[in-house]
């Protein structure tokens, strides 16, 4: 399948809405620690505002919710995989992205035949506390090398700066979280990712 070349990640609906008139294609809706009534209220809403714009809503981790609210790609983690159905999802025709950080990880991610596989974190990310070493570029290559035509995504810790360098390395999409929503200017800073990604140069095959 074909994804956009960057997408963000947020933790709202009001953060989709702000920047779903700028050209983002894909954005990932990521909610921690929220009651569920608020977590169903967010992603409908979410929903709605990505219908109504033409993009793609990914819902992180609550896939039961997504299922519910007719959502169409959800984003797991390793621990959210134990709970998950994700046979049901396939039978509702939802799209499956996994989270990887090491080898054991990836082969189980690629037994459920994902629509993309994340790679994590790539540097060392501001967001939270990783229990895992920073990947650096040239395990992105590794990666792309393994998972194929499978889309493969980097995440953590990227900048406008660092996205040349992601790209060619193989990634095929960077996720962004801090580097868009902490700018003192979110919109203009993702117009200026979705410009450097529609220029990068693609990765040199091996």
Not at 71 to 99: W, Y
Not at 157 to 178: I, K, N
Request: hydrophobic share 50%; with cysteine.
């Amino acid at each position: 399948m074909n994804l956009p070349r960057v997408y963000p990640i947020v933790d709202s609906a009001a953060w989709v809405r702000r920047l779903a008139p700028i050209g983002v294609k894909l954005v990932q809706l990521r909610i921690k620690g929220a009651p569920r009534a608020q977590l169903r209220a967010q992603i409908r809403t979410a929903r709605e505002c990505c219908a109504a714009s033409g993009l793609q809503l990914v819902v992180n981790d609550h896939w039961q919710i997504a299922l519910d609210e007719h959502c169409d790609f959800v984003h797991l983690g390793q621990t959210d995989l134990e709970s998950a159905d994700v046979p049901a999802l396939r039978r509702a025709g939802v799209r499956l992205g996994v989270s990887t950080h090491d080898d054991g990880e990836l082969e189980r991610a690629l037994r459920l035949q994902p629509d993309y596989v994340a790679l994590g974190p790539v540097y060392p990310t501001l967001l939270k506390v990783m229990p895992w070493a920073p990947q650096g570029l040239a395990r992105i290559t590794q990666w792309k090398a393994r998972v194929g035509a499978i889309p493969l995504v980097a995440i953590g810790g990227l900048t406008l700066e660092r996205l040349p360098g992601v790209l060619a390395a193989g990634a095929d999409v960077a996720a962004v979280v801090t580097d868009i929503v902490r700018d003192v200017n979110p919109e203009s800073r993702a117009r200026a990712w979705l410009a450097a990604a529609a220029t990068a140069a693609p990765a040199v095959a091996a």
